[in-house]
């Protein structure tokens, strides 16, 4: 299969917006890459701070991300579900 020059330009495209996604910026109290285990993720449309050195069941509740994301303390990244 040969791609057009419209096809790889696409591609390049997709593949510098998924590397932003997944870069996050969970040093500076933004979005997370990383990820809580699986009964701990917020449900699809919430985030969740996350703590990196608190166990999952003492992390604080979900909620709505636009509020989550306006009081992310210092060390901690937002989990986005």
């Known amino acids: 299969m040969t791609l057009t020059r419209t096809g790889k330009a696409a591609l390049q ?4 917006a998924t590397a ?7 040093d500076s109290g933004g979005w997370a890459e990383e990820r809580a285990p699986y009964g701990h993720m917020p449900p ?30 210092p ?3 937002v989990l986005r579900g």
């Not at 050195?53 to 009081?71: A, F, K, L, S, V």
């Open 20 to 26: 932003l996604v997944l870069t996050g910026c969970a």
């Open 44 to 73: 699809p449309g919430e985030c969740r701070v996350w703590y990196p050195d608190r166990p999952p069941g003492q992390q604080p509740p979900p909620g709505p991300c636009h509020e989550i994301h306006e009081d992310v303390p």
């Open 13 to 16: 495209v997709i593949g510098a």
């Open 75 to 77: 060390g901690a990244s």
